[in-house]
């Protein structure tokens, strides 16, 4: 789809991600443990909003509109009408028209269309947040309250972790498939940690990790996995974080830009994008993203790009394998040579096609109703040079973000471009 009215990002905030193994995240071994205890979702939302509005110079009163995306207030944070606390962000932001939006982890990605419908159908700067709170609970309670991304009737008894079990069966596959190797999974987990180390943002920033590690199975990074048909095939590492945070953009018309004194050549511009849905309880191609792949050629068409011309791309990395299948859902390479791109450098920060330049959610962190979120600010970043470390060395005309909920049920991707 093309938006209606032209749309523009004029930046946004991160809360900052964290979770086990962040230096901030308080646990039991934690120093501060029993003195100070974890941001709540509350004030995550609350300081990626304010931090929106400082870094933009964006007053709240000048939001006409907001969408929040979240998946498991209700379970992790006992906290729903998400859409009444984002009101709550700022004084100025009191009786504004806000609502929640939820596609399980395509949340934040739904978030930010409703935000583009919404310029298009006149309004002329919006707000849209996301956020996230996971850690409150053990990681096998945690496990079935994500599953309910899944088809919980008939896929749940897959494995107590269902979804590692669901991405397992896919790299099964596709390592059968393709002769890919372990090795060649974990180079893919070596990127990701890599970028995070330079981003300070980060849930593993602190975290170094060797291929020696990420490409094989130990005891420091165990297969998990109870199911035995699939269980070598997925490992710790492999896995997307359980993070806590929040990620908040703000959105502009032309007319929205010249009420605020805004630039256009200090915003990108969203061009397109494509929304696809496949039915929940349908079992999906393990060797292809067929969802996302339609809606990358929705949004392809309609912004009149081709693969070529993708200069910097956020792909939804919830385990190492989708990267893969992201790479060529996007038509970054062809069915089974996705590894290709890894083993020669042509996704790290200084290659061709930067993927996931922050960490990915392997890395940067996964606080679920964010990440879609999260993914339009980090090519807005990019774009505009603002990336500090993890800056990429060239310029970057298109960027392109795939954000997609559960095993590939629904799919979000949109398409960025620079204007200078």
Known sequence: MKPARRVY??????????GKFHPDFIWKGHPDFGKRENPTLEQHLKKAVIDTFETTGVPAS????????NFTGELFAKQGHLGAMLA???????YKPFMRVEGACASGGLALLSGIDAISAGNDVVLVAGVEVQTTVNAAEGADYLARAAHYESQRSCDPFTFPCLFA?????????YNVSEEDLGRVVVKAYENANKNPNAHMHAVQMTLEKAGQASDKNPAFLENNEVRNFLKVSDCSQVSDGASAIILCSEAGLEKLGKRAQDTVEIVAYGHATAPLDEEPDPLELSTT???????????????????????????????????????????GQAVKL??????????????????????????VGATGVKQALEIFKQQKGRAGDYQIPHDAAFGVAANMGGDDRTAVVTVYRNVT
């Open 169 to 177: 069966k896919r790299a099964k596959a596709y390592r059968e498939a």
């Open 9 to 18: 990002v004029i930046g946004g905030a991160h809360s900052g991600f964290i």
């Open 342 to 367: 890894v083993k020669e450098g042509m996704t790290t920060l200084a290659g061709r096609v930067p993927v996931n330049t922050g960490g990915g959610l392997l890395a940067f962190g996964h606080p």
């Open 62 to 69: 000048a939001v006409q509109k907001g969408y929040v995306g």
């Open 293 to 335: 792949k339609q809606a990358v050629r929705q949004a392809f068409d309609d912004a009149g790009i081709q693969p070529d011309d993708i200069a910097v791309a956020e792909v939804h990395d919830c385990f190492s394998v989708t990267e893969l299948l992201m790479y060529e859902a996007l038509g970054l390479a062809e069915k």
């Open 88 to 94: 709550g962000a700022h004084p100025d932001l009191k």
